[in-house]
């Protein structure tokens, strides 16, 4: 048994000129660039009902449609799991995601994801891309998700994504001290060795992170970041680029930072948080029905914030 998909895009301003199949890897980032070749050159992908070459240059305006199917084996099994809901209306629903929990089905991890889970939830998500889900979160990052339950409602809120319209606030302890906050402008590919990684590297995807200091310790910061840009693992690999990987972090964290004259409590507690300490705080987009602006907070969970009261009363008592 197949899965139809019916997608169409137009052409924004920001992308006039480039290629057709780099248009649609932007367009419709829920399908790999190797499917969408395929695609475009079976002329399951056409532009303006015309078939085209995934080299061809395309113009303001020009309108991509995607009438294709999806092999059976492709679809996913929905499964019960619970689901921390924000927000549920008939265009989109906002969650707030756990540790350890991976959004899409990948290697390793087939069964037990997010998106099995919404499917169960909410059944009439099969009949759109991964689901609904527009963009994730690290399998041990905590936070807010936003998942479209309809195609327009999908469409518009990729659209803002690729226009930088939806505000995505973070809260992260960092290794280190941080004398102030900063701009993170560099490009972001494949790590050269370790594929699971991201490496900072010339040619690679445009990534800006900002960030700003909300309190210092003796070696360790807390910090405030928002994304410019939303590439895989950016916040982790930006930190560690500056050399202030985020605590816990078992990829790019580095070593753990342990002040002198710790006691024994404090390194305990520093050594068991195993995860990267890092929480979407704050969501916030334009309504894909009506255009108002939403949002979104949620606190961090308790691990994140024993781990601050540890920091924090780490400070107090050498002080």
């Given amino acids: 048994m197949s899965k139809s998909i019916s997608l169409s895009a137009e052409v924004p301003e920001a992308l006039e000129g480039n290629r057709l199949d780099q248009i649609a890897a932007i367009l419709f980032p829920e399908y790999s660039r190797g499917r969408l070749q395929i695609w475009i050159k079976e002329g399951s992908l056409r532009v303006n009902n015309k078939l085209h070459r995934a080299r061809d240059k395309l113009k303001l305006g020009d309108l991509l449609e995607i009438d294709a199917s999806l092999a059976g084996e492709e679809r996913h099994i929905p499964e019960e ?6 927000h549920d209306d008939e265009a989109f629903v906002v969650l707030n995601k756990n540790a350890g929990t991976v959004v899409h089905p990948a290697a ?6 997010l998106l099995n889970g919404l499917l169960f939830a909410f059944p009439a998500l099969e009949g759109l891309p991964r689901a609904g889900i527009v963009h994730r979160l690290d399998k041990d990052t905590t936070g807010l998700m936003v998942v479209a339950k309809t195609l327009e409602s999908h469409a518009s809120l990729v659209d803002q994504l690729q226009r930088r319209e939806v505000t ?3 809260e992260a302890v960092v290794n280190g001290v941080l004398t102030g906050g900063g701009v993170i402008d560099a490009p972001l590919g494949r790590h050269p060795v370790n594929r699971k990684k991201k490496a900072v590297l010339e040619g690679g995807k445009k990534a800006i992170t ?3 200091v909300l309190d210092r310790f003796r070696s360790h910061t807390h910090v405030q970041v928002n994304l410019e840009t939303g590439r895989t693992h950016q916040i982790r690999v930006h930190m560690a680029h500056i050399n202030h990987g985020l605590v816990g972090d078992p990829l790019y964290g580095g070593r753990l930072r ?3 004259a710790s006691s024994l409590e404090f390194s305990e507690n520093l050594r068991k948080f195993k ?3 890092l929480h979407a705080r704050r969501l916030s987009f334009r309504h894909p029905i009506n255009d108002q602006e939403v949002e979104w907070n949620v606190d961090a969970p308790l691990d994140f ?3 601050l009261l540890c920091l924090n009363n780490d400070k107090n008592v050498t002080n």
């Avoid at 799991?81 to 924000?86: H, K, N, Q, S, V």
Wanted: charged residues 20%; glycine residues 12%.
């Fill in 81 to 86: 799991m619970p689901l921390d809901i924000i």
């Fill in 108 to 113: 390793g991890h087939g069964s037990g994801t």
């Fill in 168 to 170: 995505r606030e973070y």
């Fill in 210 to 212: 900002h960030y700003r």
């Fill in 258 to 260: 342990i002040p002198v």
């Fill in 275 to 277: 995860r990267q300490a």
């Fill in 305 to 307: 914030k024993n781990l």
